[in-house]
């Protein structure tokens, strides 16, 4: 299918929406093709690049039950408004520091093999000063609208005092609202924003008597918010479960009880940590009894403090005539619908979202899939017919479920794949050349492959030493393990 047929404006003029690390990535690409659109610009609600690892000790409520509603900014009483992020005060990252980086802009600074909360956000925002020019920080996008005429109408509204963090509209000169009219809009907001909140029996009740003792892995800041005395339950078993239980227990050491209820394998850690009492899904909460029964049968009283490490939905509540509409691209917050390749909608021409697939390294990715995308906008890479995307969708839904949450997980060796897939798209283009897409190299995708046993070998090395390691060489020589070989997928995921 050619451009024209399925854009039927020409792509002059495109808006992207946040300037995260995935945002920022996208940005830099569609730059190397500058000269071909009229303009690119950058809203980004936040005073700084970086997006969620910018950390602070804001404190977000508890919304128990399903919850889209858009997370509110907070006044830091320094002038500047500041969003509950994900990031905690001692997070650090859980794949090697080779694979967060960006293609045309390698780490090079000495930084940890798994780099800390600080060294991640220093090293976004010295790349992100390429894009500085064309982003307009403390600015939100309130509403995207796709027009009679298909072009795309976006509200901005200023984060100021004047707008209360953009609570408010203001009329006051120099802070109203703008309306910008673009061809292509570009969703780059994040996925880890709304927490998901199970609805078990018994947990309204038990928040209404133990006030404060629930949270999301969202609002888990340092283990100093936590005692040896306490009993505590998480529910999860992925990164953030493992990650909050490797603080509490690193800080607490065997003193601290903590039951972990699981449902599923984990698929982003190995991390074993002794002394955890592993439980079953849970059943129902008796607050009453200060109890919690579990499907296995078995009950636990005297929990006192409760994280919810389950995880989040994906949320844009911009696109609130789209998801209101009869072909929305969110319905319950557990994937996004209508997307050919996991990045441009095919219901909606012009609309693209950023950084949507789960697992193998966000950043290399945005680079890459912003070059793709910015050839399928100027027409140098044609797109199937409607239907075969319709039936790729179709087909993944058929094997996965309508609204899986793993719809966009990429598990390897289909991360490896995936990438791969788009890098040859962009390099058979009629526009094949673009700095920093190459296929992954066999050393990339051997990591890629690995990253779950090498944080499992750092971490129990750490623990054992408490020496830092910067390398992966580095660690191998220190304790010698084997990296399994890895074996290429298929292509078309
Ligand atoms: C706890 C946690 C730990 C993680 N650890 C790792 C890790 O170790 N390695 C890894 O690769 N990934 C990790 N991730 C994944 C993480 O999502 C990526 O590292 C990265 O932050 C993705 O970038 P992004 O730009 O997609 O999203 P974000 O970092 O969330 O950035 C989105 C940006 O959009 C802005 N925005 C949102 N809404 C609007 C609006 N309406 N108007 C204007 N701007 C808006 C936000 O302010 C933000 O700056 C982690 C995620 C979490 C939650
Ligand atoms: N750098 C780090 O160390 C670090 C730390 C934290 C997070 N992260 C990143 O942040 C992102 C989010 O990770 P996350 O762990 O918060 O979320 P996640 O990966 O989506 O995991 C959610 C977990 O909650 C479970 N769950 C969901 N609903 C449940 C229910 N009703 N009952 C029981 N269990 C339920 C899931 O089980 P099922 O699989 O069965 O659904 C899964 O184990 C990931 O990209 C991760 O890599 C990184």
């Given amino acids: 299918m050619t451009r024209s047929a399925f854009f039927p404006n020409e792509i002059k003029d495109v808006i992207i929406i946040g300037a995260g690390p995935c ?65 905690h005060k001692d997070l650090d990252t859980n794949i090697p520091y080779e694979l967060m980086q960006y293609n045309t802009f390698k780490w090079t600074e000495k930084r940890r093999l798994f780099p800390t909360r600080s060294e991640v956000l220093k090293y976004f925002q010295t790349y992100s000063e390429a894009i500085e020019d064309y982003v307009e920080y403390n600015t939100s996008v309130v509403s995207v609208k796709q027009l009679d005429d298909l072009k795309w109408e976006v509200v901005v ?77 998480i529910i999860g078993n992925s990164a953030s479960a493992v990650d909050i239980i490797v603080h509490l227990k690193s800080k607490w050491n065997t003193e601290i009880d903590i039951y972990n209820s699981i449902r599923s394998k984990n698929n982003d850690s190995s991390i074993t940590i002794p002394g955890l009492t592993a439980v079953s899904e849970i059943s129902q909460f008796n607050a009453s009894e200060q109890s919690v029964e579990f499907k296995d049968g078995k009950r636990i009283t005297g929990i006192n403090k409760i994280i919810f490490a389950t995880g989040f939905l994906r949320t844009f509540p911009f696109l609130e005539d789209i998801n209101s509409s009869n072909k929305p691209l969110l319905k319950s917050g557990n994937r996004i619908h209508g997307l050919w390749r996991h990045i441009l909608s095919y219901e909606y021409p012009g609309l693209a979202v950023a950084g949507v697939p789960k697992y193998g390294g966000p950043m290399a990715l945005a680079e890459v899939q912003g070059a793709w995308l910015s050839r399928v906008f100027l027409g140098e890479i044609d797109l199937p017919s409607i239907n075969l995307m319709n039936k790729w969708e179709k087909d993944r839904e058929g094997k996965l ?7 966009h997980f990429l598990l390897h060796p289909e991360d490896v794949s995936y990438y791969n897939m788009l890098v040859r798209e962009v390099k058979e283009s009629s526009n094949p050349s673009a700095e920093g897409i190459e296929y992954l190299s066999q050393y990339y995708s051997t990591v890629r492959a690995n990253f779950k046993l090498i944080k499992k070998k750092y971490y129990d090395m750490i623990s054992a030493t408490g ?17 399994s070989t890895f074996t290429p997928g298929p292509l078309d995921v």
Avoid: C
């Fill in 23 to 87: 945002g920022a990535g996208f940005t830099k690409s569609l730059l190397q093709d500058r000269s071909k659109y009229r303009s690119i610009r950058v809203f980004e609600r936040r005073s700084v690049a970086g997006g969620l690892w910018n950390y602070d000790d804001v404190d977000e409520p508890l919304t128990l039950g399903p919850s889209t509603h858009a997370i509110n900014p907070k006044n830091s009483n320094t002038g500047k408004y500041l969003w509950p992020t994900a990031a």
């Fill in 401 to 407: 479920g309508h609204d899986a949450p793993n719809f």
């Fill in 467 to 483: 020496s830092m390691v910067y390398e992966l060489e580095e660690l191998q020589s220190k304790a010698p393990f084997k990296l």
């Fill in 157 to 233: 509204r200023p984060v100021s005092t004047e707008t209360e963090g953009s609570l408010k509209q203001s009329f006051e000169s120099g802070f109203e609202d703008r309306v910008f009219i673009a061809d292509a809009v570009v969703i780059a907001t994040g996925h880890y924003d709304i927490p998901r909140i199970p609805d078990f029996k018994g947990l309204k009740s038990w928040h209404q008597k133990y006030p404060g003792s629930i949270i999301h892995s969202k609002s888990f800041k340092s283990p100093e918010d936590y005692s040896a005395k306490d009993k505590i339950l």
